[in-house]
């Protein structure tokens, strides 16, 4: 059965520093598509990023960065010199097939 | 780019009432979906739909059913209203292709009284 852990429930960080939000994912499926999304406080969930399980490479945008490592099951984003605006819930999720498992959620607050 | 478009973004209504939620989607997609989020219960799936006239139930159907006899629109519906459905609702669809993600509706904050 496929399975998101996102084990940071809440992270506080003053502005400028950097922070990392985990995401873990289970599957049995070789072929597999990891994301990321953003829901700020109005509440709409915004797609942010797109992996899928072949490709490894790391990918930078911006202040953000994704790290994909199969060997730990691991997709972790990192945000740099935070912002206020950075505040928001972060979602990471797993698609294989038509099934879609979306992890908890990492609530992440930036404080000026 | 993607539009999923909710019908209302607040709603308030009374215990036993019955309740429609409308999402509409612009970009042809095949999949379409109903969560509720909760305060530290992440995105709860309500029930699914691949095709038109198609529903799966999702990990929380009770109290709920839905409708999709058009591509575009999928509907939720509370049969009888409870208190305890308060909740914020999101609708998302994505095309059969596995590498899309779920595009999401801005939500409908539920209130019932």
């Known amino acids: 059965a496929q399975k998101v852990t996102q084990a940071q429930t809440e992270i506080s960080v003053v502005e400028k520093e950097d922070v990392t939000l985990d995401c873990v994912y289970e599957t049995r499926d070789t072929t597999y598509y990891l994301f990321w999304y953003k829901q700020p406080p109005s509440g709409e969930l915004v797609f942010l990023i797109r992996?899928?399980?072949?490709?490894?490479q790391n990918e930078i945008s911006g202040r953000y960065s994704w790290n994909f490592q199969k060997s730990t099951s691991s997709f972790n984003f990192t945000i740099t010199a935070s912002q206020v605006v950075d505040s928001a819930v972060y979602f990471c999720?797993?698609?294989?097939?038509?099934?879609?498992?979306f992890g908890p959620g990492t609530r992440l607050s930036v404080l000026p | 780019d993607v539009k999923v478009t909710q019908s209302s973004r607040y709603l308030v209504k009374r215990t036993g009432e019955k309740v429609f939620l409308e999402c509409v989607q612009d970009?042809?997609?095949?999949?379409m979906f109903w969560y509720r989020q909760d305060p530290g219960l992440g995105l709860r799936l309500i029930y699914f739909s691949y095709d038109v006239k198609m529903k799966e139930k999702g990990d929380i159907p009770e109290g709920y059913s839905v409708s999709r006899e058009k591509k575009e629109r999928f509907s939720l519906i509370l049969e009888s209203a409870s208190t305890n459905q308060t909740s914020m609702y999101l609708c998302?669809?994505?095309?059969?292709?596995?590498?899309?993600?779920?595009?999401f509706g801005d939500g409908t904050r539920l209130s019932i009284l």
């Open positions: 998302a669809s994505t095309s059969g292709e596995t590498r899309q993600p779920q595009h």
């Open positions: 992996r899928n399980s072949f490709d490894e």
């Open positions: 999720a797993l698609r294989d097939g038509q099934n879609f498992v």
């Open positions: 970009m042809d997609h095949e999949n």
